[in-house]
């Protein structure tokens, strides 16, 4: 909760106990009706409105209310008050539930020096026709978020979820959830700004790009995604159209997952997601072309701030997979992350050869089932390069993504683990952080080569 929000609820609760258990009246308690008015308006004004609070907004109009009825020092209370100041107590509970089991999700906060600046966009690869739309001549369209070190924290603060009304409802479907679980996601604290000005010092910045799950979006990372960039990356996420939850093109098209396009016999299976995987790889190369041209044109925000000879990759679920096949194929990535990652589509030829690169997978113990951990632990075994495999207890598929800092009932939905779901993303971050400085920056990270401080993290290398 909030800081006016658990001062609201303070200013309620005192008058109404002790108009529970006295029956006096002293003129004190006026002071609280005035205390509740001013942190409802204070609330309103700089935290902003929420569902979750209209009991506590009821109650202290009720208490505005009857502090307008106080007369020669006493209230002209109604007969059976104490039943109505039993109600009230029932509605305050109310009222703490709600934001407590719905509270404003609160990202751990980014440790390194630079602010954040973001931009959208929207892009066409005229090169490869579309897979997965029925026009003939349609091209492979993609929409883009980027986040980029920032030279000020002037501009306009970022949305977590853009198009909250019309995206909300849909990912809540997704997850079998009610859609009022994220209707105030973009009351979330993002300290990330829109359209800035990129940063000059410790330019050019490495170049990450993260991959998405199946039904996915492109923010679901952001914890991970503000860390690296406060710590001077450059990081990309497409949108993998028509494979995730919902793209919104600029020209008001709106298209929603459907899995009969990916997955034709109407059930996920590796063998119909194998194109999938394939096309998303080829997604992020076009991403890395079309980053190259932005770091030769004049005027882009990102001009000269690119290092196209660093680049990692990191994704979940199938983002995972694809990261793992665009490695494959493209020498461009100098190393990659899979985060409990779907390898079975991925190309058949990864059980002979694994990927030159240096690769980090980082799961669940059950990763996505027998058949999915065994290819997993066959690919780190076929590594080229050093390779590291960390298994979190206690964690469950979306214990990956920011989905589980949603609510704390996450468990109870069957979305997250027994893990405290901050704490966890705070250790995969730390690890994903080392990793890419070791092997995209060539900065040695002692934490990856020492034992695991956490006791629900274990760590098992295999070093070239």
């Known amino acids: 909760m909030r800081l006016f929000e658990i001062l609201l609820l303070i200013a309620l609760l005192i008058p109404l106990l002790w108009l529970l258990v006295s029956r006096k009246r002293p003129h004190w308690l006026l002071i609280f009706p005035g205390l509740a008015t001013l942190f409802a308006a204070l609330h309103l004004a700089f935290e902003g409105y929420r569902w979750q609070m209209i009991p506590a907004y009821g109650l202290t109009a009720v208490f505005f209310l009857l502090a307008l009825r106080w007369r020669d020092g006493k209230f002209q209370a109604p007969r059976l008050a104490w039943l109505g100041g039993l109600l009230a107590l029932l509605l305050w509970l109310v009222a703490l539930a709600l934001p407590v089991a719905m509270p404003v999700p609160t990202l751990p906060e980014p440790t390194g020096p630079y602010a954040v600046g973001t931009f959208t966009t929207f892009l066409v690869d005229e090169s490869r026709p579309e897979n997965y739309t029925t026009a003939p001549n349609d091209n492979r369209e993609l929409v883009a978020q980027v986040w980029y070190p920032a030279a000020n924290r002037d501009g306009q603060p970022a949305d977590y979820l853009p198009d909250l009304e019309i995206a909300g409802p849909v990912i809540a479907e997704q997850f079998g959830l009610p859609s009022f679980l994220v209707s105030h996601v973009n009351l979330t604290e993002l300290d990330i700004w829109q359209d800035v000005p990129a940063?000059?010092?410790?330019?050019?910045?490495?170049?990450?790009?993260?991959?998405?799950?199946?039904?996915?979006?492109?923010?679901?990372?952001?914890?991970?995604?503000?860390?690296?960039?406060?710590?001077?990356?450059?990081?990309?996420?497409?949108?993998?159209?028509?494979?995730?939850?919902?793209?919104?093109?600029?020209?008001?098209?709106?298209?929603?997952?459907?899995?009969?396009?990916?997955?034709?016999?109407?059930?996920?299976?590796a063998t119909e997601a194998k194109p999938l995987v394939q096309t998303w790889a080829n997604d992020i190369g076009f991403l890395l072309d079309t980053m190259a041209g932005w770091n030769n044109e004049a005027g882009h925000v990102l001009n000269g701030r690119l290092n196209l000879n660093q680049v990692g990759v990191f994704g979940h679920s199938t983002?995972?997979?694809?990261?793992?096949?665009?490695?494959?194929?493209?020498?461009?990535?100098?190393?990659?992350?899979?985060?409990?990652?779907?390898?079975?589509?991925?190309?058949?030829?990864?059980?002979?050869?694994?990927?030159?690169?240096?690769?980090?997978?980082?799961?669940?113990?059950?990763?996505?089932?027998?058949?999915?951990?065994?290819?997993?632990?066959?690919?780190?075994?076929?590594?080229?390069?050093?390779?590291?495999?960390?298994?979190?207890?206690?964690?469950?598929?979306?214990?990956?993504?920011?989905?589980?800092?949603?609510?704390?009932?996450?468990?109870?939905?069957?979305?997250?683990?027994?893990?405290?779901?901050?704490?966890?993303?705070?250790?995969?971050?730390?690890?994903?952080?080392?990793?890419?400085?070791?092997?995209?920056?060539?900065?040695?990270?002692?934490?990856?080569?020492?034992?695991?401080?956490?006791?629900?993290?274990?760590?098992?290398?295999?070093?070239?």
């Open 199 to 269: 940063a000059d010092d410790g330019a050019p910045f490495p170049v990450i790009v993260f991959s998405h799950g199946l039904s996915g979006i492109r923010m679901q990372n952001t914890t991970m995604v503000r860390e690296l960039v406060s710590h001077g990356y450059v990081v990309i996420a497409p949108e993998h159209s028509y494979a995730n939850a919902i793209t919104i093109f600029p020209d008001g098209r709106i298209f929603i997952y459907d899995p009969a396009r990916i997955f034709p016999s109407g059930q996920s299976n």
């Open 319 to 464: 983002g995972g997979g694809a990261t793992v096949q665009f490695c494959l194929q493209d020498a461009r990535c100098k190393a990659g992350v899979g985060l409990d990652s779907w390898l079975l589509p991925v190309n058949d030829s990864v059980m002979d050869a694994g990927p030159d690169q240096p690769f980090m997978f980082i799961s669940t113990p059950s990763w996505l089932g027998p058949e999915n951990q065994a290819r997993g632990q066959a690919i780190f075994n076929n590594l080229a390069a050093d390779g590291y495999e960390l298994t979190l207890d206690g964690t469950q598929h979306y214990d990956f993504t920011d989905l589980v800092l949603l609510s704390p009932l996450t468990p109870q939905l069957g979305l997250s683990g027994s893990i405290d779901s901050a704490y966890g993303l705070t250790i995969q971050t730390q690890y994903l952080l080392a990793f890419f400085d070791q092997y995209v920056r060539e900065r040695p990270s002692a934490s990856l080569n020492e034992p695991s401080p956490y006791p629900e993290l274990s760590i098992e290398h295999n070093l070239k």
